[in-house]
């Protein structure tokens, strides 16, 4: 089965903030995670989260060695961009 963008991301951003909300209450992201169905190098829960706490109005950063690949995943799913790399003066 597929990730539902709309359905299966309120699900999950309603079992992070129950988990958030509760101390010590752990949620079961693993079902929905495993709907993402992409083949990256970083967990299918790291996409799950991505899609549930990124938009337009953020900006993430990715330190990995396949950075540019999933750098353009979360922009493509989100709209959010990267933060860029900061020249010091």
Not at 49 to 67: C, G
Not at 74 to 88: C, E, G, I, S, V
Request: charged share 30%.
């Amino acid at each position: 089965m597929k990730l539902d963008l709309v359905h299966d991301t309120q699900l999950a951003y309603r079992k992070l903030m129950d988990s958030m909300s509760r101390p010590g209450l752990i949620s079961e992201l693993g079902e929905l995670a495993g709907k993402v169905g992409l083949k990256l190098n970083c967990f299918d829960a790291t996409v799950l989260l991505a899609a549930v706490l990124l938009d337009t109005e953020v900006t993430f950063k990715i330190i990995s060695e396949k950075e540019e690949e999933i750098v353009r995943l979360f922009n493509q799913l989100t709209y959010a961009k990267d933060r860029q790399k900061r020249h010091a003066s």
